[in-house]
């Protein structure tokens, strides 16, 4: 199950990064569309602050939506929300983050297709100094899951898990809209590859 968590209130950037436009659609819009694209399996997505206006945005979407009431605590309360929604299909995780932009549907499908071949370990996106999501969390880790808290995602368990992760180079993994920088990188970049297309 592909679960798209975007629950945080996008501090560091000083705008909900939910509602940004990137080439042409609203970010969260767009990466539950390409979430679905990929068609790995259902599609859920973990609201958490401004949630109704967010819900908003992909009401015509046919994407499960939960909301995160302890949003604030920060990605562990989301990645427990994800978890649980998973679990109650019986059913893995895959973990997408609403900002990572250049993440497409087929690098979903290919981390999944790779997953697929040792479904009893987890699967990471790594790039240069990045490993995180798109990420593959199975079923017996969810335990090690819950029991997070705070703003720590889950690469500590990761890291000290019997199984090591198998890891799936992914550049556009790296990418996230975490800062203005962040989000005039991602304008440009967008703005270069629409004038290289004319």
Same mark, same amino acid.
């Given at each position: ?48 602050? *401004? ?73 990471? =996106?790594? =790039? ?52 203005? *920088? ?11 590859? =629409?004038?290289?297309?004319?």
């Amino acid at each position: 199950m592909v679960v798209v968590l975007a629950a945080g209130a996008s501090v560091r950037l000083g705008e909900a990064k939910q509602m940004v436009h990137i080439g042409g659609e609203p970010l969260l819009r767009r990466t539950c569309r390409r979430a679905l694209a990929a068609d790995v399996g259902p599609v859920a997505v973990v609201l958490g602050g *401004d949630a109704v206006r967010h819900r908003r945005l992909i009401d015509d979407l046919p994407v499960h939506v939960a909301v995160n009431d302890e949003w604030q605590e920060g990605i562990a309360a989301s990645l427990r929300h994800a978890v649980g929604i998973a679990a109650a299909r019986d059913a893995a995780s895959l973990i997408v983050l609403c900002d990572q932009y250049r993440v497409t549907s087929r690098d979903i499908r290919r981390l999944h297709r790779s997953w697929r071949r040792e479904p009893s370990r987890p699967c990471v =996106s790594i =790039s240069a100094g990045y490993a995180g999501p798109p990420a593959i969390f199975p079923l017996d880790m969810y335990d090690a899951i819950r029991g997070l808290r705070g703003d720590i995602g889950a690469r500590a368990l990761l890291d000290r898990g019997t199984q090591p992760p198998v890891a799936i180079a992914n550049p556009r993994a790296a990418y996230d809209l975490d800062s203005q *920088d962040d989000l005039r990188r991602a304008l440009s970049a967008r703005r270069g590859a =629409s004038t290289m297309a004319r």
